[in-house]
C-alpha cells in the first residue's frame, strides 16, 4: 500500500549513501607503529570526557594445541592475578578507583583487555596495562583457585547449556584438523590438567608488542597519547613469536552429522556448509560480501524469508537464526540454527529450510529485499558511532584478523555493489551437501524435574 | 562536540577525585500534551534520534491466572495494526522498518511497557518511524490468529525454559519474594493459553491511554521537532478512561524461621544457583544513595566487591556472584546470587550469607567507602557518554519523578553518603531473619 513512497525513499537514501555513512572516519582515526613492534590506532570522538582503551593480542584458542586447549582464556583470568609491582587483584583495585570498567574475553582469534575511563584517567590505565605486557607474575596458589573459577565458568555456559553443547559439537564435526574444533573454553578434561605453566608458557609465547594492537577511542589528543603510549608500551621488548602452522582444514567430501542428547525440551537442528571467508588482500572478492548479504536476506529483519517462511507461515520452527562472519583468521561456516516447534520434527524443519533455501537458489532474490538490507546496513554505520567503545571494538577485531582500521569503510562500500544474481549465485555454490553438517539437539527429560510446577 | 557546546548547564565537580569540569547536558521538559509527559536531552553530534514511550501497563497489571498478558499487549504491538490507509499487516511493518533503516523494540519489565524507536534524525525517515509506532501504539489489531501463534510460541519457550535451571530458580525466587503481589506470578503455560486476543484488545484499551505515556526522547531534534514527535506519537491514544483499581502495597519480607524461608529445589543439573534476597526501597526513597554506595562494596563492585572476594577470589567457588538493588517507582528488591558445582552449594550458600550478615552489621570500612565513592564518581561520566545511556537515565528520571537535574547533582549525592548513612541504611532496610533462600540443584555429601 505504501510501495510507491518505499521506493522513493529507497532510491533516496541509495543515491547519496556514503557521503553521511562514512564520514570523518579516516581523518580521526590516527596510525603508528613502535619501534617494538606495538600498533597504535586512536580514534578520536570528542562528544563526551571519556575513553576506551584497548590491547589485543593475536593469540586466541586457534593458536594452542592438544591437551592444552582453553590455556588463551585461562591465562586471560591469570592476567589479573598480579605482576612484580601489581598484587594479585591490585589491577582491578586500581582501575575501579579511577572509575574504570574493565573485562577481558578471548575468542578463537584473539585475547583482548580493556578499560573505560573518564579521559583524565588514561594515563593510569596505560600505565597498568602495559606493567602486564611483560611482568605479569602469579603464583601457583592462585592458579589453583582461579581454574577452579574457570571450570565453574565451563559448567555455567557449556555444560548446563544445551545450545552450547550443540554448538560444541558442531564445531567439532565440522572441523577435523583446524584448530577452531576446539572450544576457547577448552575441554573439562584438558582444564582439569592445566598446569600453572602451562599458562606461564602461553605468555611467555604470545604477550609481546610486536603481536599486540592498542586501540583507543575517545575523548582524546592523538600526538599526546602516542608519547604516553610510547612511554610505557614501548618500554617492553619484542620478542621472536612461535611460528604458527597454517592448519588448513582438507576439503569435506559430503554430510557429517552428530547428535547431542541433553536435558531440554525443544528439538534443536543446526546446518552449517563450508564457506570462503574474506581474505586480506583480496578486499574486491564478491563472495564473502554475496554471503554476509545472503545472512540479512535469510534472516536480517522480522519479516526475512527464514522468519517470515519457517515460523510465521509454515510454523515449523519456533525460532531461527543465521549466522556468517566474513572475517576470521580461521575457515567460516555458514549456519543456520532452528528450534522446532511444538509437534514437530527437526525432520520436518530441515525439509522446510531446504525448500526455502531451494526457493532462493532457483529463483534468486529481489531487488528490493536486497536494497532493503543495504539501507541497514548505511544506518547501522551512524547508529554504531554512537558507542565510543563500539567504535574501538569493530578497529580491534578488523585488525586482528588481518585487516587494517582503514579497509572497514571499503567493505562497506563494496557490500554496496553486491548484486542480486551475485547473492543467488553464492547460495548455489555454498549451500550444497557436500559441505554440510548437520547437528541435532534431541531434548531428554531431566531425572529430577520439579520445574513443571506452578503450572 | 556542538553537544557540549549547546549545553547551558556546567556542573563543577568538587570531589577531589576530579580533574576536569565538565558539561552535563540538561533535560528539557517538553509541552504537556493529552495528560503525558515528554522530555528532551539535544545532542546535534551525530544525524540520530532515540526515542523511548514509557507505558504504565506492565506486568504488575497483568489479570489473576492470566500472567503474561501484559508482555503480549506490548510484544503484539508490531503484528498488524489499523493505519490511517488501512490495515498494515506484519509483514509490511518490518518491511517499512527495514526499508526506514530504524530500530523498534518492544519490551515489558514489571512496573512498565517500552517502546523504543532509533531513527536517522532527517525528517522524513524520522516522520515515518514515528507515524507507524503511533499506529502500534494507538492501533494494534490483535488478530485471533496471530495471537494464537504467538501464544503457542510463547508457550514452546516456556517449556524450554522450564527445563533451563536459571529460569526455574527465578520464577521460585520471584513468587517467593512477592507472594500474592501481582508479580509473585509469573507466566506460565496455563496462564499464557487461557489469554485471548479479546484479552488483549481489552487490556490494551484499559491501559494504553496517553496520560499513562511518558516520552523520553534524547539525539538531534529541537523542541519544537521533539514536541510534533510526541503530539503524533500519542494523537490517536484516548486520553483517559476508566479508573484503574489501585494496586495492593507489597508488604516487607517478614520475620521468619529458615525453614520458611528457605526453598530447595532438587535439580538434576552440574551447578547449584542459589538466590537470597527480600523486598527494600523504591528509586526515590532518600536512602536510594548510601544503599548504592554500600551495595558497591558489598556485592555491585564488579571485581573488587566482599561477595566476589570471599567466593571467587579467597576460594574459586564461583564464576559469577554479585548482589543488587533494583528499585522503581514502587518498593524494589535487594537480590544476591551466585552459581557453584552442585556439591558445593551449602559451602558457598554460607559464604554469601555470612558475608551479607558481616556487612548489615559492620557496614563497610573507612577505605571501602572512600573505594566505592571514588569509583563511583569517577566514573559517571561512563554512565552518560552516549546517547543511548542518556536514554536510559532520561527514562528512569521521568518514570521514576525525580528531578530533572538528577543527572548534575548524582555525584554530589555520593559524595555526601558517610559511613553511618549506609550502615544505617542496609540495617533498616535488610535483615538476614527476612531473606529469602532458594538453592536449586544442591548436592549434599
Known amino acids: ?455 | 562536540m556542538n553537544a557540549l557546546k549547546n549545553s547551558i548547564l556546567v556542573c563543577l565537580i568538587t570531589f577531589g577525585y576530579f580533574a576536569t569540569a565538565h558539561a552535563i547536558l540538561p533535560i528539557e521538559k517538553l509541552d504537556s500534551f493529552k495528560g503525558s509527559k515528554g522530555y528532551l536531552v539535544q545532542t546535534k553530534a551525530l544525524p540520530m534520534v532515540d526515542i523511548e514511550v514509557s507505558i504504565d501497563a506492565g506486568d504488575r497489571f497483568d489479570p489473576s491466572g492470566k500472567s503474561g498478558l501484559a508482555d503480549m499487549v506490548a510484544g503484539l504491538m508490531n503484528y498488524g495494526v489499523k493505519g490511517d490507509q488501512g490495515i498494515l499487516s506484519e509483514a509490511q511493518i518490518a518491511d517499512e522498518i527495514a526499508d526506514l533503516g530504524a530500530n523498534i523494540s518492544l519490551s515489558v519489565s514489571g512496573e512498565r511497557a517500552i517502546l523504543r524507536i532509533r531513527s536517522l534524525s532527517r525528517k522524513d525517515l524520522r516522520d515515518r518511524a514515528v507515524k507507524l509506532a503511533a499506529a502500534m501504539l494507538s492501533l494494534p489489531t490483535y488478530e485471533a490468529k496471530i495471537v494464537e501463534r504467538e501464544k503457542q510460541r510463547i508457550i514452546t519457550n516456556l517449556l524450554e525454559a522450564e527445563t533451563k535451571p536459571e529460569f526455574v530458580l527465578e520464577r521460585r525466587f520471584t513468587k517467593s519474594i512477592y507472594g500474592n503481589y501481582p508479580l509473585g506470578n509469573t507466566p506460565t503455560v496455563k496462564s499464557v493459553a487461557a489469554v485471548s486476543a479479546k484479552d488483549l484488545i481489552q487490556f490494551h484499551q484499559q491501559f494504553y491511554r496517553s496520560d499513562r505515556m511518558i516520552v523520553s526522547i534524547v539525539g538531534d531534534v529541537d523542541r519544537a521537532q521533539a514536541n510534533e514527535i510526541v503530539q503524533t506519537l500519542l494523537q490517536m491514544i484516548p486520553q483517559s478512561g476508566n479508573p484503574i483499581a489501585k494496586l495492593p502495597e507489597l508488604q516487607r519480607s517478614p520475620v521468619e524461621p529458615l525453614g520458611q524461608r528457605e526453598i530447595q529445589i532438587p535439580f538434576d543439573s552440574q551447578q547449584a544457583h542459589i538466590a537470597m534476597g527480600m523486598t527494600a526501597v523504591t528509586r526515590s526513597n532518600p536512602d536510594y544513595f548510601p544503599l548504592l554506595v554500600g551495595n558497591y562494596v558489598l556485592g555491585g563492585g564488579g571485581f573488587v566487591s566482599r561477595l566476589m572476594a570471599e567466593v571467587r577470589e579467597k576460594r574459586g567457588l564461583a564464576y559469577s556472584v554479585s548482589s543488587y538493588f533494583a528499585p522503581g517507582k514502587d518498593t524494589g528488591i535487594f537480590k544476591a546470587g551466585l552459581q557453584t558445582k552442585s556439591d558445593q552449594a551449602a559451602m558457598a550458600l554460607e559464604v554469601m550469607s555470612s558475608t551479607i550478615a558481616k556487612f548489615i552489621t559492620d557496614g563497610p570500612t573507612p577505605s571501602e567507602l572512600l573505594a566505592a565513592k571514588s569509583n563511583l564518581i569517577n566514573g559517571y561520566p561512563l554512565r552518560i557518554d552516549n546517547n543511548r545511556k542518556l536514554l536510559d537515565n532520561v527514562s528512569s528520571i521521568a518514570w521514576n519523578d525525580l528531578p530533572l537535574d538528577t543527572m548534575e547533582i548524582w555525584t554530589k549525592q555520593v559524595e555526601a553518603v558517610t559511613l553511618e548513612q549506609v550502615s544505617a541504611a542496609f540495617q533498616k532496610y535488610l535483615a538476614m531473619d527476612r531473606m529469602k533462600i532458594v538453592v536449586l540443584g544442591a548436592q549434599n555429601k
Open chain 1, 1 to 455: 500500500m505504501r510501495s510507491n513512497l518505499l521506493r522513493i525513499c529507497f532510491l533516496f537514501l541509495l543515491c547519496t549513501p556514503l557521503s553521511w555513512a562514512a564520514s570523518g572516519d579516516s581523518a580521526d582515526t590516527h596510525e603508528s607503529l613502535l619501534s617494538n613492534g606495538l600498533k597504535l590506532i586512536v580514534r578520536e570522538d570528542h562528544r563526551a570526557p571519556t575513553v576506551a582503551h584497548m590491547v589485543w593480542y593475536r593469540a586466541g584458542s586457534m593458536d594452542e594445541v592438544n591437551g592444552r586447549t582453553g590455556v588463551a582464556h585461562v591465562l586471560e583470568h591469570m592476567m589479573f592475578k598480579g605482576t612484580h609491582k601489581v598484587k594479585s587483584g591490585e589491577f582491578s583495585r586500581l582501575v575501579a578507583a579511577v572509575g574504570g570498567r574493565e573485562n577481558a574475553f578471548t575468542s578463537r582469534d584473539y585475547t583482548a583487555y580493556f578499560q573505560q575511563v573518564e579521559k583524565s584517567k588514561l594515563d593510569e590505565v596505560i600505565k597498568l596495562e602495559a606493567d602486564r605486557m611483560s611482568n605479569l607474575n602469579f603464583d601457583d596458589a592462585e592458579f589453583l583457585k582461579e581454574i577452579q573459577v574457570v571450570m565453574e565458568e565451563r559448567r555455567l555456559r557449556t555444560e548446563d547449556n544445551p545450545g552450547s553443547l550443540l554448538n560444541e559439537s558442531l564445531m567439532a564435526t565440522a572441523y577435523i584438523s583446524s584448530p577452531y574444533r576446539h572450544p576457547v573454553v577448552g575441554w573439562m578434561n584438558d582444564l582439569q590438567n592445566m598446569k600453572a605453566d602451562d599458562a606461564r608458557d602461553w605468555y611467555r609465547s604470545w604477550y609481546a608488542p610486536n603481536n599486540a594492537t592498542v586501540v583507543i577511542s575517545g575523548d582524546v589528543n592523538p600526538q599526546q597519547i602516542l608519547k604516553v603510549v610510547e612511554k610505557y608500551y614501548g618500554a617492553v621488548a619484542m620478542k621472536e613469536l612461535p611460528v604458527r602452522k597454517p592448519q588448513i582444514e582438507p576439503p569435506q567430501k559430503g554430510i557429517k552429522q552428530v547428535q547431542v542428547r541433553a536435558p531440554a525440551d525443544s528439538a534443536q537442528l543446526a546446518m552449517a556448509w563450508k564457506v570462503p571467508r574474506l581474505e586480506p588482500g583480496k578486499l574486491d572478492d564478491p563472495e564473502p560480501y554475496a554471503l554476509e548479504l545472503l545472512t540479512a536476506v535469510l534472516d536480517g529483519y522480522d519479516n526475512a524469508r527464514l522468519n517470515r517462511t519457517l515460523v510465521k507461515q509454515e510454523k515449523v520452527v519456533n525460532d531461527v537464526g543465521v549466522s556468517y562472519d566474513m572475517i576470521s583468521r580461521g575457515p567460516e561456516l555458514f549456519l543456520i540454527s532452528v528450534s522446532a516447534a511444538k509437534g514437530k520434527t527437526v525432520a520436518q524443519a530441515q525439509a522446510s529450510i531446504r525448500n526455502a533455501l531451494e526457493d532462493l537458489k532457483k529463483k534468486g532474490i529481489l531487488e528490493s529485499e536486497l536494497k532493503r538490507i543495504k539501507v541497514r546496513i548505511l544506518s547501522d554505520q551512524i547508529y554504531k558511532r554512537d558507542s565510543i567503545f563500539g567504535q574501538a571494538m569493530e578497529i580491534g577485531t578488523t585488525e586482528m584478523v588481518g585487516f587494517s582500521w582503514k579497509d572497514i569503510d571499503y567493505i562497506l562500500e563494496k557490500m554496496q555493489t553486491i548484486t542480486p544474481a551475485q547473492v543467488q549465485a553464492v547460495a548455489k555454490k555454498y549451500l550444497v551437501d557436500e559441505g554440510l553438517t548437520i547437528a541435532v539437539l534431541d531434548p531428554q527429560a531431566r531425572k529430577s524435574e520439579a520445574s513443571k510446577e506452578g503450572k
